[in-house]
């Protein structure tokens, strides 16, 4: 894996110098920027806006409402807009906006979310400037800023009569932070958009450098691991007849997973248990995340439970660790069983020849435009997103052009507001361009 990615890095440095001829900005890109620049006020209060209002996933009736926010701005710049509801895979839905130009050739799929990870109980609720250039806020950098960097963009599109020049087709999932069940419903507005497009750009903001993006993402699956064993008096723990118990058979697991060399070994592959719980008895809620158990010091416990995620860069890289997982599963204490099972998750956003290409022409961009180059993001700095479903359906995808921050999922996350601007101003000339092509 690390010679594969030593291959991808000479790749972007290749077709950074020889395989994209070098532009200075052109007169309409500058009329882009200008009206990015221009209309940066109104930008910022519809950041401040969308933030402000609890979106957490399941405050299903504040993603409805961030939806509607954004649906009207859509709307605004004349794409029509459709609401996808998502009772049928329990969660608020999905905002789908659409623009077909008149001289159209390039079809492009725009990616965001409206929901963030901070539920109506969390303490983090509001926008709150720390100085010029930072401010705090749920879901400002993750990614209620590259919603708005989106809009940005093809505000100036349409102004300058570009747009007129694309496909364009926006998804605004409503349960990006927490997935709905069965991803066959809860991701099908989105991966029937990737089968129509030709190039796929996430507006997620990556690992919170403007100065990077993303050719690939890890895919992230959950496991759930269950134990059992036979009850007993602790003092008759380890009798012949009784066994080790299903707390120690499930450390006996975990130990294994973080002690296996095989699995260790995986570049760019990690795996963690998020949440353990053991007992005489055992009641999980998987749908808020809740365990209840009881247990006392002197009994052999019976129940194990195990939840955690891993996460790869190839599906072949996690079919390979799933299958060494599930052997160590095998090698019970005596007297215990288990069972590991993995969901379906997000799948793996490869990296590809199309990808660096169009990493390729959005660094020339930012060059032209004074911002300088942009690498790749290493996959290890940055998680799953939505992108992941689109990318093996269109040409070409890249991910992380939304708002730079930091301390994202946390109740410190902060954005860098100077990169509203300028994202949208790169994002606008990459989109110019490939309508040119």
């Known amino acids: 894996m690390r010679k594969q990615l030593r291959y991808w890095l000479i790749g972007i440095v290749g077709m950074l110098s020889a395989g994209v001829p070098a532009f200075s900005a052109t007169p309409i890109e500058q009329q882009l920027s200008e009206h990015i620049e221009a209309n940066l006020p109104a930008a910022t209060d519809l950041l401040i806006r969308s933030v402000n209002i609890n979106s957490g996933t399941m405050n299903l009736a504040g993603v409805r409402e961030v939806g509607d926010l954004f649906s009207e701005a859509f709307a605004q710049l004349d794409f029509t807009v459709e609401w996808v509801d998502g009772s ?31 539920e109506p109980d969390s303490p983090f609720q509001r926008f709150t400037r720390i100085d010029d250039e930072h401010a705090t806020g749920p879901g400002i950098a993750d990614m209620k800023g590259g919603n708005v960097i989106m809009l940005q963009a093809l505000s100036a599109l349409r102004a300058s009569g570009v747009l007129e ?21 809860s991701k099908q507005a989105l991966i029937d958009a990737a089968r129509y497009a030709d190039v796929a750009l996430g507006f997620e903001n990556g690992d919170g450098d403007y100065r990077t993006a993303n050719v690939s993402r890890r895919g992230s699956v959950s496991w759930q691991l269950d134990v059992s064993g036979i009850p007993a ?25 973080h002690d296996d060399e095989a699995l260790r070994g995986e570049e760019y592959l990690t795996f963690n248990p998020g949440r353990m719980a053991g007992g005489t008895t055992l009641r999980n809620n998987p749908v808020d995340n809740t365990t209840s158990t009881y247990g006392k010091s002197n009994v052999v416990a019976e129940y194990a439970l195990v939840e955690g995620d891993i996460r790869a860069l190839s599906a072949e890289q996690l079919t390979r660790s799933k299958a060494r997982m599930q052997a160590i599963v095998a090698e019970h204490l005596p007297q215990t069983a288990a069972e590991l099972a993995f969901d379906e998750g997000y799948p793996p956003m490869a990296p590809s020849a199309g990808n660096l290409r169009l990493l ?3 660094s020339q961009v930012s060059e032209d435009l004074g911002f300088g180059p942009v690498t790749a993001v290493n996959p ?31 109740v ?23 309508a040119q092509e």
Do not use: C, W
Request: glycine share 10%; hydrophobic share 45%; net charge negative.
């Open 88 to 118: 049928s895979f329990q969660r608020a839905g999905h905002l789908v906006a659409r623009y077909a130009g008149a001289e159209a050739g390039r079809k492009v799929l725009l990616i965001g979310h409206l929901d963030t990870v901070f």
């Open 165 to 185: 020049q694309l496909d364009v087709t926006v998804v605004l999932t409503g349960d990006e932070e927490l997935s709905g069940k069965p991803l066959a419903l």
């Open 233 to 257: 008096h602790s003092s008759q723990v380890f009798r012949e007849d009784i066994g080790s118990g299903a707390i120690y058979e499930a450390a006996r697991i975990i130990s294994a997973f």
């Open 360 to 362: 390729a022409l959005y």
């Open 380 to 410: 290890l700095r940055a998680g799953a997103a939505d992108i992941s479903f689109a990318a093996d359906h269109v040409d070409m995808a890249i991910d992380g052009l939304g708002m730079s921050g930091s301390e994202g999922h946390t």
């Open 412 to 434: 410190n996350e902060t954005g860098y507001l100077p990169s509203l601007a300028l994202q949208a101003k790169r994002a606008a000339v990459l989109l110019y361009r490939l």
